[in-house]
């Protein structure tokens, strides 16, 4: 039985799978782990990062069944999106750590130092080019990613960075077969960092230095 069958039947029994088109494709435009389904007219289009090719068949189904929910707007939970997303939440740990960068380091470990006694993992550190997207955390390469404007501010680069470690200690809440990554929880321990409300400020105006666009930390 293809799996999308066994995704979609499982998640919505009382829904005729007759009634749609799937197709999955698997490929290298992905970072490892990532997916997005697009949807139009009856017909879903599931794409999925290759790394996902030697994933399970069950962690893959819920998977699906999340990117269906998304499409659907309903909540529902199922014990395949229970295993997805233990999935993502552990896949760190297998992920090799191979990239990094002497300025990104110094700015890790000392927030490693001062907020988690040392005890986080370093992930993969890099750089990237963005003005709208200060910080990210990707789970399936445990990578944080941070701008380049930030090297004009080490302040702002460290509070940056400790928002993105909290995303890879904490990871996210699922409810309902959703999943959310900037908690209560979440805002009361990035507001524990010195400073926090000067480096918000900080962080607005060294954006409008660079350019007159919103600020996205993810």
Request: without cysteine; proline residues 3%; aromatic residues 14%.
């Amino acid at each position: 039985m293809p799996i999308i069958t066994d995704a979609f039947e499982d998640l919505f029994p009382d829904k005729n799978i007759k009634d749609y088109n799937f197709s999955i494709k698997y490929t290298d435009r992905f970072k490892p782990y990532n997916a997005n389904v697009k949807y139009r007219k009856n017909f879903f289009e599931f794409n999925l990062s290759k790394k996902w090719k030697r994933v399970s068949r069950e962690i893959q189904i819920g998977l699906l069944q999340g990117l269906l929910l998304k499409i659907f707007k309903e909540k529902k939970n199922t014990f395949n999106i229970d295993l997805y997303n233990s999935f993502m939440k552990k896949i760190h740990i297998a992920v090799p750590k191979t990239k990094t960068d002497p300025v990104l380091e110094d700015s890790f470990n000392r927030i490693n130092e001062n907020y988690f006694f040392g005890l986080i993992e370093k992930p993969n550190l890099e750089w990237h080019d963005s003005i709208r997207r200060l910080g990210t955390y990707e789970y399936g390469s445990d990578a944080i990613s941070i701008s380049k404007i930030l090297q004009a501010d080490m302040d702002v680069l460290d509070y940056v960075m400790y928002h993105e470690i909290l995303h890879k200690k904490h990871k996210f809440h699922s409810k309902n077969g959703r999943s959310y990554h900037h908690t209560k929880e979440f805002r009361e321990k990035e507001k524990q960092f010195e400073n926090s409300n000067e480096m918000e400020e900080r962080i607005k105006t060294l954006v409008r230095q660079k350019a007159r666009k919103r600020f996205i930390l993810f």
